[in-house]
């Protein structure tokens, strides 16, 4: 009969007390059970001693009652760290609820036994209760043998073993006790339909939330088996409710099956059944206070009975339970001990993967822990050296479950963190190292090459960009969830330990270092204020993961060949059972659809139909992601066929993305998280090949990433070495992976500008092959793991990136490995490619250019030698064999015109212009060279390849348009068209045909190109070659000017009048212009041979004047001409440079031109009028001349001198006599 209006009578034995508020606060992580069970208060004199209908009943109704009592945990922390693997790591503990109980109620409980094996996962200890008697002391010998032997020998030896050490008390009265208990829980259960609904939205299981799945930001990887993640795999105890319980500033993980109750005007309550004639004990009371606060409930209602018989109800408020009559008790008590045994724990269990034991005997006083895997190891030491024999390795039973765990946390913290700081990545490293060393890889490769995986992942991430990776640093890094420890860790090492100090001479508290291996603290040291163990163990927190580039690579590696390694402990009947696991799975799924269609489920009256909002969303996230893979996946349907490519057709895209070098990080954070998706759906029927693929991707973009800071520190050979590691992984990647956007172009292209710069940096090339040549261990286990899966037709498909000592080889590779990268390349990408693909066909082009030129140079003079010698055999030999400057020559074309078209592609104009100019200047060098079939280098021959040259470089100034484009290589372009223009013009100049109608229009082609050479002297813009410019418009004018002169003598007049004016003042002005430019140069060679042309022009002026005054003019003109050139003398003597034999003969030819003047004016003048006596001073100076040879006396001596001097120094001495001998008569005159 429920009692629902009837309100239960407080309780009135509760002793006068201050409000104590204990900071406690409970977040349901998980419950099966979802709303407390509906409170039937029973009648008066209900009998309890009869079993309800419902008794023991293990349906949803029951609310998990069944369990409750009769349920052993076991190794509870195990499971709960598996379920819940992000808060290991974040809690301080995690454990059973009713371990937590035994530990706080110490002070309390000096007869009670304590019976505990604590594990250290990152920094959070796991706390699980160990019955000897059930796993060690009635196990057969073989079972847990080490522990059993050393826990017998040293711990037990003494006391009372019976019940020292028994922790349970199974003995009758308990279990009536216990049964009487579980017929009133069930006695007091409502059953569905009563009727009376009442709100639950206030109840604190609202806080339960369902675990999610682990949101997929990486590949999948194997998860640890249900019989490797606890010690007792055979123990299946689902808690009602795993709750994270802040208990003061201790955060704990509990799993806890108290029943909760509600009601209408109750909507959280316990329920306590008490017998009537004993009182409530200090132990009861801090019991029924804990479950209370561990569940947020906030009351409890005691029934009271005598012999089974239902008394009276009374209801009793948590913060009330401490100050009950006869069972009151501190808070504070509590509190120091939860906070002091925490501390003993976190002092003394510092290494992960030990097992430590945790005991108190039955009136003991003290507190140990004991490291059994120290203790257990220095036994088995001290044995094998007493025997002389190595020792006898056996199994920790706890071992695999802590490696299992860790390895667990730390893969839940790398896939569901967003943000992966330094110091978490230090972390999961430390966790994932423990692991490694716990498991042995022999028998666990799944879970090992897996964890090198994700170590792998943590030094080189997935989805960073090869050429400009970024990883974060401590500046970056926000608080750790490990900080506020490693801070106290940091302080115990500050100074050394004192206990006496600061514990006095009584030494409550011993460290595990002290005594090698067993600590211990006194039960009443703990109960007071809060204290500070101190370890002499040195405490190290995981350091930050921080290293450069090159290090994360190559520790990256180094893993990525220890999870290879680890592939060849896959056995097949792992395998075997995988695929059997599969087909149980199909079948079971075939029955229970069979099932559901032949016993649908039915509406039932009076219960409302559920609507799952929870799955429903999440079917619909599945239903969509699983619509676009199916979207996505219908135009590859074809390809899927095949066995092995079907699984990973979609699988490739993460293996783009970590090798993409564009800009949009967040896209490619998203698509690499769908992908990544997608890689997950798949089935390869193999953890082997799985694993396998995914260690190959990281090493692919490993390797990429790594080639890349080697290119940029100029280790080229690196370089090459670390994209063939990365080819060689995408080749293997393709052939499992069908549909895959392949990152050859990448890694290829990157080859061939490793191979370009090579060929610019060639003095280093013997440390480039050196480079290439080192191999490391870890490269060299990855690439036997190529070598096993790439076939022969495989690995030719790549190119061979060796560096070899020739640079045409090294340049034809780099060719080579362009042009496959852009087989493989996207459209965007090809661009680039291109662009790279016509640089380094421009520079072959330019090398075979200078070979050939080279090679025709000593081909010539081989020929000129022969010809000299007379050697005709010779000369036969080099006819039958065609000459290498012709392969060179056709070379230097072909790479020029493939460089062309490569740039045309791209629509660089820029480049294309440079093309072009290099182009032109292969056809100038072209003109000159005669191939095997030709005699000799026709005029006509070399018009045409220099007019090709012409077209060229209009077209390379056509790609610019104007200067403005680009400076540089316009004025480069100009001057390539200025040299060709005026070397042809010269070519015909000097070599013009010898009839008369030929020489004409050679003439008039002579004048426009030497016009069209002079327009082209870039004289005004400054810069290199403006020199040069003016040099070669003096030379341009010379030209010019001899062309109009010998245009003078050629036509055939016989009087001065008769001589075309305009030619002749176009001559005098370009001798003007030729002599100006020339001299403000210093050109002295050039300038002498412009003046001694003037002199002539002037002397054929004067041979065809008719009146003497005419010619006295002009030879005076010459004379003129003669005295001004004493600047050019002056020049030579002060550059105090060497007078070559063709400068020595116009010396000479310019002696004898002055001389010549001078005898003509004497001459002239004294058959003619002479008014002011022009010919004594003309006869002075010619003797003046002349008395080198005919002078006599004093003069004598001093012509003897100056014709001791240098030539240039004599003229210049001599031409300054005459200068101030003509000065002095015309100051006399």
Request: glycine share 4%; proline share 4%.
């Given at each position: 009969?429920e009692?629902?209006?009837?309100?239960?009578?407080?309780?009135r034995?509760?002793?006068?007390?201050?409000?104590?508020v204990?900071?406690?606060?409970?977040?349901?992580?998980?419950s099966?059970?979802q709303l407390?069970?509906h409170?039937k208060?029973?009648?008066c004199?209900?009998?309890?001693?009869l079993?309800p209908?419902n008794?023991l009943?293990?349906?949803?109704?029951?609310?998990?009652?069944?369990?409750?009592?009769?349920?052993?945990?076991g190794?509870?922390?195990?499971?709960l760290g598996q379920?819940?693997?992000?808060?290991v790591?974040?809690?301080?503990v995690?454990?059973d609820?009713e371990n937590?109980?035994?530990?706080l109620?110490?002070?309390?409980?000096?007869?009670?036994p304590?019976?505990?094996?604590?594990?250290k996962?990152?920094?959070?200890?796991?706390?699980?209760?160990?019955d000897?008697?059930?796993y060690?002391?009635?196990k057969?010998?073989?079972?847990?043998?080490?522990?059993r032997?050393?826990?017998?020998?040293?711990i037990?030896s003494?006391?009372?073993?019976?019940?020292?050490y028994?922790?349970?008390e199974?003995n009758?009265?308990?279990?009536?006790t216990?049964?009487?208990?579980?017929?009133f829980?069930y006695h007091?259960?409502?059953?569905?339909g009563?009727?009376g609904e009442?709100d639950?939205h206030?109840?604190?299981?609202?806080?339960?939330?369902?675990?999610?799945?682990l949101?997929?930001?990486?590949?999948?990887?194997?998860?640890?088996?249900?019989e490797?993640?606890?010690?007792?795999?055979?123990s299946s105890h689902?808690?009602?409710r795993?709750?994270?319980?802040?208990?003061?500033?201790?955060r704990?993980?509990?799993?806890?099956?108290?029943?909760?109750?509600?009601?209408?005007?109750?909507?959280?309550?316990?329920?306590?059944l008490?017998?009537?004639?004993?009182p409530?004990?200090?132990?009861?009371?801090?019991?029924?206070?804990?479950?209370?606060?561990?569940c947020?409930?906030?009351?409890?209602?005691m029934?009271?009975h005598?012999d089974?018989?239902v008394q009276?109800?009374?209801?009793?408020?948590?913060?009330?339970?401490?100050y009950?009559?006869?069972s009151?008790?501190?808070?504070?008590?509590v509190?120091?001990?939860?906070?002091?045994?925490?501390?003993?724990?976190?002092a003394?269990?510092?290494k992960?993967?030990h097992?430590y034991w945790?005991f108190?005997g039955?009136?003991?006083?003290?507190v140990?822990l004991?490291?059994?895997?120290?203790?257990?190891q220095?036994?088995?030491?001290?044995?094998?050296e007493?025997?002389?024999?190595?020792?006898?390795?056996?199994?920790?039973?706890?071992t695999v479950p802590?490696?299992?765990?860790?390895?667990?946390?730390?893969?839940?913290?790398?896939?569901?963190?967003?943000?992966?700081?330094?110091?978490t990545a230090?972390?999961i490293?430390?966790?994932l190292?423990?692991c490694?060393?716990?498991?042995?890889?022999?028998?666990?490769p799944?879970i090992?090459?897996?964890?090198?995986?994700?170590?792998?992942d943590l030094?080189?991430?997935?989805?960073?960009?090869?050429?400009?990776?970024?990883?974060?640093?401590?500046?970056?890094d926000t608080?750790s969830?490990?900080?506020d420890d490693?801070?106290?860790?940091?302080?115990?090492?500050?100074?050394?330990?004192d206990?006496d100090?600061?514990?006095?001479?009584?030494k409550?508290?011993q460290s595990?270092?002290?005594?090698g291996?067993?600590a211990?603290?006194?039960?009443r040291?703990i109960?007071?204020?809060?204290?500070?163990?101190?370890?002499h163990?040195?405490?190290?927190?995981?350091a930050?993961?921080l290293?450069?580039?090159?290090?994360?690579c190559?520790?990256?590696l180094?893993?990525?060949?220890?999870?290879?390694?680890?592939?060849?402990?896959?056995?097949g009947?792992?395998?075997?059972?995988l695929?059997e696991?599969e087909?149980?799975?199909?079948q079971?799924?075939?029955?229970?659809i069979?099932?559901?269609e032949?016993n649908p489920?039915?509406a039932r009256?009076?219960?409302?139909?559920?609507l799952p909002y929870?799955?429903?969303?999440?079917t619909?996230a599945?239903?969509q992601?699983?619509?676009q893979?199916?979207t996505?996946?219908?135009p590859q349907a074809e390809?899927?066929?095949?066995?092995?490519k079907?699984?990973?057709?979609?699988?490739?895209?993460?293996?783009?993305?970590?090798l993409?070098t564009?800009?949009?990080?967040?896209?490619?954070?998203?698509?690499y998280?769908?992908l990544?998706?997608k890689?997950?759906?798949?089935?390869?029927?193999?953890w082997?090949?799985?694993?396998?693929l995914?260690l190959?991707?990281?090493?692919c973009?490993?390797?990429?990433t790594?080639?890349?800071h080697h290119?940029?520190?100029?280790?080229?050979?690196?370089t090459l070495?670390?994209?063939?590691?990365?080819?060689r992984c995408?080749?293997?990647?393709?052939?499992?992976m069908?549909?895959?956007?392949?990152?050859?172009?990448?890694?290829?292209g990157?080859?061939?500008?490793c191979?370009?710069?090579m060929s610019?940096n060639w003095?280093?090339i013997?440390?480039?092959?050196?480079?290439y040549?080192?191999?490391?261990?870890?490269?060299?286990?990855?690439?036997?793991?190529l070598s096993?899966?790439?076939?022969?037709?495989?690995?030719?498909?790549?190119?061979?990136?060796?560096p070899?000592k020739?640079?045409?080889?090294?340049?034809?590779?780099?060719?080579k490995?362009?042009?496959l990268?852009l087989e493989?390349a996207?459209?965007?990408?090809s661009?680039?490619?291109?662009?790279?693909?016509?640089?380094?066909r421009n520079e072959?082009?330019l090398k075979?250019?200078?070979?050939?030129?080279?090679e025709y140079?000593?081909?010539?003079?081989k020929?000129?030698?022969?010809?000299?010698?007379?050697?005709?055999?010779?000369?036969?030999?080099?006819?039958?064999?065609?000459?290498?400057?012709?392969?060179?020559t056709?070379?230097?074309?072909?790479?020029?015109?493939?460089?062309i078209?490569?740039?045309?592609?791209v629509?660089?104009n820029?480049?294309?212009?440079?093309?072009y100019?290099?182009?032109?200047r292969?056809?100038?060098l072209?003109?000159?060279?005669?191939?095997p079939?030709?005699?000799a280098?026709?005029?006509?021959?070399?018009?045409?390849?220099?007019?090709?040259?012409?077209?060229?470089?209009?077209?390379?100034?056509?790609?610019?348009?104007?200067?403005?484009?680009n400076?540089e290589?316009w004025?480069?372009?100009?001057?390539?068209?200025s040299?060709?223009?005026?070397?042809?013009?010269?070519?015909?100049?000097d070599?013009?045909?010898?009839?008369?109608?030929?020489?004409v229009?050679a003439?008039?082609?002579v004048?426009?190109?030497?016009q069209?050479?002079l327009?082209?002297?870039?004289?005004?813009?400054a810069g290199?070659?403006?020199?040069?410019?003016s040099f070669?418009?003096g030379?341009?004018?010379?030209?010019?000017?001899?062309f109009h002169?010998?245009?003078?003598?050629?036509n055939?007049?016989c009087?001065l009048s008769?001589?075309?004016?305009?030619?002749?003042?176009?001559c005098?002005?370009h001798y003007?212009k030729?002599?100006q430019i020339?001299?403000?140069?210093?050109?002295?060679?050039?300038?002498?041979?412009?003046q001694?042309?003037?002199?002539?022009?002037?002397?054929?002026?004067?041979?065809?004047s008719?009146h003497?005054?005419?010619k006295i003019k002009?030879?005076q003109?010459?004379?003129?001409i003669?005295?001004?050139?004493q600047?050019?003398?002056?020049?030579v003597?002060?550059?105090?440079?060497?007078?070559d034999?063709e400068?020595?003969a116009?010396l000479?030819?310019f002696?004898?031109?002055?001389?010549?003047?001078?005898k003509?004016?004497?001459?002239?003048?004294l058959?003619?009028?002479d008014?002011k006596?022009?010919?004594?001073?003309?006869?002075?100076m010619?003797?003046?001349?002349?008395?080198?040879?005919h002078?006599?006396?004093?003069q004598?001596?001093?012509?003897?001198?100056?014709?001791?001097?240098?030539?240039?120094?004599?003229l210049?001495?001599?031409?300054?006599?005459l200068?101030?001998?003509c000065d002095?008569?015309?100051?006399?005159?």
């Amino acid at each position: 009969m429920e009692d629902s209006n009837e309100e239960i009578e407080p309780c009135r034995s509760i002793g006068p007390h201050e409000l104590d508020v204990v900071k406690s606060q409970a977040v349901i992580k998980l419950s099966p059970v979802q709303l407390p069970a509906h409170f039937k208060r029973l009648e008066c004199n209900t009998n309890l001693n009869l079993p309800p209908l419902n008794w023991l009943t293990t349906s949803h109704s029951s609310h998990g009652l069944h369990q409750a009592l009769y349920q052993s945990a076991g190794f509870a922390s195990f499971r709960l760290g598996q379920m819940f693997p992000d808060c290991v790591g974040e809690v301080d503990v995690v454990s059973d609820a009713e371990n937590i109980k035994q530990l706080l109620k110490l002070p309390y409980s000096a007869q009670s036994p304590i019976s505990m094996v604590v594990h250290k996962v990152g920094n959070t200890l796991l706390l699980d209760e160990f019955d000897i008697q059930k796993y060690l002391l009635r196990k057969s010998d073989d079972d847990w043998k080490w522990l059993r032997t050393f826990i017998l020998e040293h711990i037990l030896s003494f006391g009372d073993k019976q019940h020292n050490y028994c922790l349970k008390e199974r003995n009758r009265e308990a279990l009536q006790t216990k049964n009487l208990l579980s017929k009133f829980l069930y006695h007091s259960l409502k059953q569905t339909g009563d009727g009376g609904e009442y709100d639950v939205h206030t109840t604190p299981t609202q806080l339960t939330s369902r675990r999610q799945g682990l949101p997929i930001t990486g590949p999948v990887l194997p998860e640890p088996k249900i019989e490797e993640n606890v010690p007792d795999p055979k123990s299946s105890h689902a808690f009602n409710r795993n709750v994270v319980w802040t208990f003061e500033d201790i955060r704990m993980l509990i799993g806890t099956d108290m029943p909760i109750f509600g009601g209408p005007n109750r909507p959280c309550i316990s329920l306590r059944l008490r017998d009537a004639a004993q009182p409530i004990n200090v132990l009861t009371g801090i019991d029924y206070w804990l479950d209370n606060l561990m569940c947020n409930v906030p009351e409890v209602v005691m029934c009271y009975h005598l012999d089974g018989i239902v008394q009276k109800y009374e209801i009793i408020k948590t913060e009330d339970l401490p100050y009950l009559e006869n069972s009151q008790f501190s808070p504070q008590v509590v509190r120091n001990v939860a906070q002091n045994i925490l501390a003993f724990l976190k002092a003394n269990a510092t290494k992960a993967g030990h097992t430590y034991w945790l005991f108190k005997g039955r009136n003991d006083d003290v507190v140990k822990l004991y490291d059994l895997t120290t203790l257990y190891q220095n036994q088995t030491t001290q044995a094998a050296e007493e025997s002389e024999s190595p020792p006898q390795q056996q199994v920790n039973p706890f071992t695999v479950p802590v490696g299992m765990l860790l390895y667990s946390v730390a893969r839940n913290m790398k896939n569901t963190l967003q943000h992966i700081s330094p110091r978490t990545a230090g972390s999961i490293r430390a966790l994932l190292d423990n692991c490694i060393k716990l498991l042995p890889k022999e028998q666990y490769p799944q879970i090992v090459s897996s964890s090198h995986y994700i170590l792998s992942d943590l030094h080189v991430p997935a989805g960073i960009d090869p050429k400009a990776p970024k990883f974060e640093d401590l500046d970056s890094d926000t608080q750790s969830l490990y900080d506020d420890d490693e801070e106290d860790e940091e302080d115990y090492d500050d100074e050394p330990l004192d206990c006496d100090g600061i514990y006095g001479s009584d030494k409550y508290y011993q460290s595990a270092e002290q005594s090698g291996g067993k600590a211990n603290v006194a039960v009443r040291h703990i109960c007071d204020a809060l204290r500070e163990f101190k370890s002499h163990a040195k405490k190290s927190k995981p350091a930050p993961l921080l290293a450069s580039t090159a290090e994360r690579c190559t520790i990256s590696l180094e893993h990525i060949s220890a999870g290879i390694s680890c592939l060849q402990y896959f056995n097949g009947n792992q395998e075997e059972k995988l695929k059997e696991t599969e087909t149980i799975a199909k079948q079971e799924e075939k029955q229970r659809i069979l099932h559901e269609e032949q016993n649908p489920n039915m509406a039932r009256p009076f219960n409302a139909i559920p609507l799952p909002y929870e799955q429903l969303q999440v079917t619909q996230a599945q239903s969509q992601s699983q619509s676009q893979s199916e979207t996505q996946s219908q135009p590859q349907a074809e390809a899927q066929a095949q066995a092995i490519k079907k699984p990973n057709a979609k699988a490739k895209g993460s293996k783009s993305k970590e090798l993409a070098t564009t800009n949009t990080s967040t896209t490619d954070g998203k698509s690499y998280t769908q992908l990544s998706a997608k890689f997950n759906s798949q089935h390869f029927g193999s953890w082997n090949v799985h694993l396998k693929l995914l260690l190959l991707e990281k090493a692919c973009l490993t390797g990429a990433t790594l080639a890349e800071h080697h290119y940029e520190s100029h280790q080229y050979g690196s370089t090459l070495r670390s994209i063939e590691l990365a080819s060689r992984c995408q080749q293997v990647l393709n052939k499992y992976m069908a549909n895959v956007v392949s990152q050859q172009s990448c890694l290829l292209g990157r080859a061939g500008d490793c191979f370009f710069q090579m060929s610019k940096n060639w003095e280093a090339i013997d440390e480039y092959v050196r480079q290439y040549e080192e191999q490391d261990e870890s490269t060299r286990v990855i690439g036997e793991e190529l070598s096993l899966e790439l076939g022969e037709e495989e690995e030719e498909q790549l190119p061979s990136l060796a560096p070899v000592k020739n640079v045409e080889q090294v340049m034809m590779n780099s060719c080579k490995c362009y042009e496959l990268a852009l087989e493989h390349a996207q459209k965007a990408e090809s661009n680039e490619l291109l662009r790279r693909l016509g640089n380094v066909r421009n520079e072959l082009g330019l090398k075979y250019m200078y070979w050939a030129q080279e090679e025709y140079r000593e081909v010539v003079e081989k020929k000129e030698a022969s010809e000299a010698a007379g050697d005709d055999k010779q000369e036969q030999d080099n006819a039958t064999a065609e000459p290498l400057y012709v392969k060179l020559t056709v070379n230097s074309y072909d790479c020029l015109r493939r460089g062309i078209e490569a740039f045309t592609a791209v629509q660089d104009n820029v480049n294309l212009a440079f093309l072009y100019c290099n182009m032109g200047r292969f056809m100038r060098l072209r003109a000159h060279l005669t191939m095997p079939n030709e005699s000799a280098i026709t005029l006509d021959s070399q018009k045409a390849f220099y007019n090709e040259a012409f077209n060229y470089y209009e077209k390379a100034k056509d790609c610019l348009d104007t200067r403005k484009a680009n400076a540089e290589l316009w004025d480069l372009v100009n001057w390539e068209l200025s040299t060709a223009t005026f070397t042809l013009a010269k070519q015909l100049q000097d070599h013009s045909a010898a009839d008369k109608n030929s020489l004409v229009e050679a003439s008039k082609e002579v004048l426009e190109l030497l016009q069209k050479a002079l327009r082209l002297c870039d004289v005004e813009h400054a810069g290199a070659r403006q020199v040069l410019y003016s040099f070669r418009a003096g030379l341009i004018h010379k030209r010019i000017a001899s062309f109009h002169y010998s245009q003078l003598r050629s036509n055939g007049c016989c009087d001065l009048s008769q001589l075309p004016k305009s030619t002749l003042q176009l001559c005098k002005y370009h001798y003007e212009k030729s002599t100006q430019i020339l001299e403000s140069l210093k050109e002295v060679g050039d300038l002498l041979v412009v003046q001694l042309e003037r002199i002539s022009l002037h002397e054929f002026l004067a041979e065809l004047s008719t009146h003497s005054a005419q010619k006295i003019k002009q030879m005076q003109a010459a004379l003129e001409i003669c005295l001004q050139c004493q600047t050019i003398f002056g020049h030579v003597i002060d550059a105090n440079s060497q007078v070559d034999d063709e400068f020595a003969a116009h010396l000479s030819l310019f002696e004898s031109r002055l001389q010549n003047a001078l005898k003509t004016l004497t001459k002239l003048l004294l058959t003619g009028k002479d008014p002011k006596q022009l010919s004594a001073l003309y006869k002075r100076m010619y003797m003046e001349t002349l008395t080198g040879k005919h002078g006599t006396g004093a003069q004598h001596t001093a012509a003897a001198a100056c014709a001791d001097e240098a030539p240039p120094k004599h003229l210049h001495t001599l031409l300054g006599r005459l200068q101030a001998m003509c000065d002095a008569h015309l100051a006399v005159g």
